[in-house]
T-cell receptor
Framework: ETAVFQTPNYHVTQVGNEVSFNCKQT?????MYWYKQDSKKLLKIMFS???????VNETVPRRFSPQSSDKAHLNLRIKSVEPEDSAVYLC????????FGPGTRLTVL | AQKVTQTQTSISVMEKTTVTMDCVYE???????LFWYKQTASGEIVFLIR??????ENATVGHYSLNFQKPKSSIGLIITATQIEDSAVYFC??????????????FGIGTRVLVRP
């Protein structure tokens, strides 16, 4: 049963454009996350957002910014995408173990 | 810093047999959580099983079980009576118990399992 929803499923864009991905969870969790999965399947945390506190992974470029209106939503905006941003972006939420959304595949041409 | 290492990149087994996957971890914390996730061909990531570091008994859920060897910092996953649909990439992950890291998971690189008929 899907409880973490992401839109869009896929997005293709040109270098320099701005993109925005949405994530919503219906599990009532306080904590949400964004992960990046590269072409080698490596999963890396980008951000976590816990009770309105944003915890940033310092290795994430500043063109990435998370946005949250409430604890059920955590969106991701990328200003001026680069080719290396091509990846699958996975949203997750947790109370204890993490539950993942289906991912958004970004292709930057 | 935490680190999770999965040395087996891929494993191929016959259906209905048992497959064992290795995972070793590094942490400075005395208490932590360990998880195994499965990523299917569609990309869906599914939580399978967890082990809390303070529990001595190996966790078991359905046909998944863990081989937790704390002195060796090892948390192996065992899948018995494998089925074709167990073909997937399996990720080992760790979470520490401090809030400073935001409850983030540190993942291994994954082990691809192919179950052959």
């Amino acid at each position: 049963e899907t409880a973490v929803f992401q839109t869009p499923n896929y997005h293709v864009t040109q270098v320099g454009n701005e993109v925005s991905f949405n994530c919503k969870q219906t599990l009532g969790h306080d904590t949400m996350y964004w992960y990046k999965q590269d072409s080698k399947k490596l999963l890396k945390i980008m951000f976590s957002y816990n009770n309105k506190q944003l915890i940033v992974n310092e290795t994430v470029p500043r063109r990435f910014s998370p946005q949250s209106s409430d604890k059920a939503h955590l969106n991701l905006r990328i200003k001026s995408v680069e080719p290396e941003d091509s990846a699958v972006y996975l949203c997750a939420s947790s109370y204890d173990q993490q539950y993942f959304g289906p991912g958004t595949r970004l292709t930057v041409l | 810093a935490q680190k999770v290492t999965q040395t087996q990149t891929s494993i191929s087994v016959m259906e209905k047999t048992t497959v064992t996957m290795d995972c070793v971890y590094e942490t400075q914390d005395s208490s932590y959580f360990l998880f195994w996730y499965k990523q299917t061909a569609s990309g869906e990531i599914v939580f399978l099983i967890r082990q809390d570091s303070y529990k001595k008994e190996n966790a078991t859920v359905g046909h998944y079980s863990l081989n937790f060897q704390k002195p060796k910092s090892s948390i192996g996953l065992i899948i018995t009576a494998t089925q074709i649909e167990d073909s997937a990439v399996y990720f080992c992950a760790m979470r520490d118990m401090t809030n400073s890291a935001g409850n983030k998971l540190t993942f291994g690189i994954g082990t691809r399992v192919l179950v052959r008929p």
